[in-house]
């Protein structure tokens, strides 16, 4: 019992030992700085979105053509300081494209989607934010499709796997209906109008699509 006692009473003053010494030479207030520090770099970048996030909604709701550009670059320049702390943050690549389709630059929108989707970020998104921004890039190639891009047949592979992702995206049935019109594909573009609704009731664009090819 005596030796037991010893044994225990030798550790206990090992660890006031290791404790008194960490203590003097500041180990705990370095460990606690370097994990502070470890996540820096990120909570910033989220700081950054957080803002750019703001100042986008402020320029789709603001009432004059030069502010709401005004608000875009700022928007876009926040998306690109988030970017440059934490490039593998997906929705910082989305802030930016969306930023910049405000501004009317699909192009280069769309190069900030395609990286946002890339193996660099993509694991950063969930599967409804995948889709989202899969239905946002097949917007974007069919936008940039009416200048002679000829973007259809992707923009219909993006909202193949954006269904797959969200089933019941109404935006995402309507620009299928389109992409179907475009390749004059009537009877998948009408399923696809209807499929629209049938998940958004109220969507009013697919809703005159619709009664636009049925007559």
Known sequence: MSMVSDIFLQIVLGLLTIILFSSVHGIPQKLLAKLRNRDRPQFQSKRHFVVGAQLLARSRSAKSRSASTRLAKEAEAEAEKAIALDPKDAAAHILKALALDLQG???????????????????????????????????????????GGGRVDS????????????????????????????????????????????????????????????S
């Open 155 to 214: 923009a219909l592979d993006d909202l193949t796997q954006a269904l797959e992702l969200i089933p019941k995206k109404g935006n995402a049935f309507y620009l299928l209906g389109k992409c179907y019109e475009e390749k004059k594909m009537k009877e998948e573009a009408l399923k696809a109008y209807e499929d629209a609704l049938a998940a958004e009731p109220r969507f009013t664009v697919a809703r005159e699509a619709l009664d636009r090819l049925s």
């Open 105 to 147: 630059f699909n192009t280069s929108a769309l190069d900030s989607l395609d990286v946002a989707l890339s193996p660099l970020a993509i694991k950063s998104l969930e599967d409804e934010e995948r889709g989202d921004a899969l239905c946002k890039r097949a917007e974007l190639k069919m936008a940039v499709n009416q200048r």
